[in-house]
């Protein structure tokens, strides 16, 4: 029978944010598969340290946190092994799993690309090394296909004063003055865009159609209950935790630690009401997509979108084709299925009545067309997102590393 492990979580669940309290989920559900681990929640787990071992029946004989340069100091001589959590951290050479801020930047520029935008933003927190990386990924992909994007970027204290908030919204307003509309933004946190959503409300720049919005961290309290619904980036950050405790597992066995930090893609990027529409300038697309986004639900088919914009579905084929690379049955089942993800997620709908919300008739028919389409079924789908349902297991390997 193994011998029971003491490991320390580092980590601030006063903060109420979906990175902190996920990534303790997964390391809870690692200690529960193990079976083996007795797990604290200690701030101050460093002060344990010098009496760690089996010697001193006490202390810790593993760690995952937001490793400070002190704690990573301390694990070190008390040779304790410690996984670190967090991208900012100021402790250098640490075994790390964390997010993939870089292809997060890429994931929104894709998306906004494919509904059409070609003018471009970026909105992060100039003491943030996630924003840096988020920049790099989301300019890589614009450049990809000869686009630029403009940028502003907040201190931490934007909000600690009142004038600090005063000195925030004149540099947000100033900075939107710059801008060639329509405009894809995409924002470090989904609290930046919400603000930002909040500005575009009060100039009468119409979401999405005008700015379209992409948040970071998918923070359901903020990015649901907004007015639009905010598009965000989900960093699945359940699996971060989990993975991390897989890690200290290996270590605590006498693995040497990965090289590089372990670096895991973003989920998937939640599309909400805040990119629900296509940027192009050819009259008939722009008009067929909104006749799409507005009647997806219905027993709707090309021909019927091509009447309504008075033309042949052989010409609004060909439209289609130059404008988006797509077919106009390929954005009807698009618009579709994003509906269908959104009612799965944030909705306990019975998948048979999604199907008939969604345009799909009927449950068999959407279910072969999702599985077709994202690879999974529906039902593996709402479980994934609902429970955080993870693919990784004890003893797998450890992900893609940090460029």
Not at 20 to 30: D, E, K, L, P
Not at 211 to 220: D, M, Q, R
Request: aromatic share 8%.
């Amino acid at each position: 029978m193994s011998r029971t492990r003491r490991v320390a979580m580092m980590i601030n669940l006063e903060w109420p944010m979906v990175h902190h309290h996920q990534v303790f989920a997964g390391i809870q559900r690692y200690a529960r598969q193990c079976g083996h681990w007795e797990c604290s929640v200690n701030p101050y787990a460093e002060l344990l340290l010098p009496k760690a071992g089996r010697k001193g029946g006490c202390g810790w004989d593993g760690i995952v946190a937001r490793v400070t340069p002190k704690l990573a100091e301390l694990a070190r001589k008390a040779h304790v092994p410690v996984v670190n959590v967090w991208l900012n951290t100021p402790a250098r050479g640490l075994p790390s799993v964390v997010h993939d801020a870089r292809e997060s930047g890429r994931m929104a520029a894709r998306h906004l690309l494919e509904r059409g935008f070609r003018t471009f933003g970026y909105l992060g927190r100039s003491s943030d090394l996630g924003s840096r990386l988020q920049l790099a990924g989301f300019r890589s992909a614009l450049k990809d296909v000869g686009c630029e994007c403009s940028e502003m970027w907040v201190g931490r204290n934007y909000a600690r004063t009142a004038e600090n908030w005063r000195e925030f919204q004149q540099q947000l307003g100033t900075w939107m003055d710059s801008w060639t509309l329509p405009i894809g933004v995409f924002a470090a946190h989904d609290l930046l865009a919400r603000y930002l959503a909040e500005l575009c409300r009060q100039r009468r720049l119409e979401i999405p159609y005008s700015v379209a919005l992409v948040g970071s961290f998918n923070e359901a309290v903020v990015a649901v209950h907004s007015d639009p619904a905010i598009s965000s980036v989900d960093f699945g950050f359940e699996r971060i935790g989990y993975r991390a405790a897989a890690l200290l597992d290996e270590m605590m066995d006498g693995a040497a630690p990965p090289e590089k930090p372990i670096c895991l893609a973003p989920a998937e990027l939640v599309a909400r009401q805040s990119t629900n529409a296509f940027s192009v300038t050819e009259p008939m697309v722009a008009g067929a997509l909104k006749f799409i986004s507005a009647n997806s639900h219905q027993d709707i088919d090309v021909v019927a979108v091509a009447d309504h914009v008075i033309t042949t579905r052989r010409t609004l084929a060909r439209l289609f084709q130059k404008t988006l690379g797509r077919t106009v049955h390929e954005m009807i089942t698009r618009i579709r299925l994003d509906r269908v993800k959104h009612e799965l997620v944030e909705l306990n709908t019975p998948i048979k009545t999604i199907a008939r919300n969604c345009g799909f008739g009927d449950a068999i028919h959407l279910c072969k067309v999702f599985q077709r389409v994202e690879g999974i079924s529906p039902s593996e789908y709402r479980a994934a997102r609902t429970t955080h349902d993870l693919s990784l297991r004890p003893g797998q390997g450890h992900g893609s590393k940090m460029s």
